[in-house]
């Protein structure tokens, strides 16, 4: 069992920056992928980015792809999301969630369902 615990989760102005770090309990975390996932109300659970255990593989999707950084610390079993340029239409709860091997194929990566491990979730509220 894989445990994850979000953090750094708060409100920002937009144009403002906010960092996310998720910490994993119990499993082998270097092989492992990554991934950081958003649900605002009343929306589909969207990826945000995701990352391969060895940290030199990353996706992100269009909307945030050059002001979203995923990056991982295996030492710390840590995975981080930097936000920069904060927009009202990032708000949202922000999840990490694990993917443990066999990985998932790219193009599956996308499907929430498909992820095995979740955390709760912490929340981003882009506001002036």
């Known amino acids: 069992q894989v445990h994850l615990v979000e953090s750094g989760g708060g409100l920002v102005q937009p144009g403002g920056s906010l960092s996310l770090s998720c910490t994993a309990s119990?499993?082998?975390?270097?092989?492992?992928?990554m991934a950081w996932f958003r649900q605002a109300p009343g929306k589909e659970r969207e990826l945000v980015a995701h990352?391969?255990?060895?940290?030199?593989?990353?996706y992100y999707v269009g909307s945030v792809r050059g002001r979203f950084t995923i990056s991982r610390d295996n030492a710390k079993n840590t995975v981080y999301l930097r936000m920069n340029s904060l927009k009202p239409e990032d708000s949202a709860v922000y999840y990490c969630?694990?993917?443990?091997?066999?990985?998932?194929?790219?193009?599956?990566?996308?499907?929430?369902?498909?992820?095995?491990?979740w955390g709760q979730g912490t929340q981003v509220t882009v506001s002036s």
């Open positions: 969630a694990a993917d443990p091997p066999p990985l998932l194929i790219f193009s599956s990566y996308g499907r929430s369902d498909l992820w095995d491990y």
């Open positions: 119990g499993g082998s975390f270097r092989s492992y992928s």
């Open positions: 990352i391969r255990g060895g940290g030199s593989v990353t």
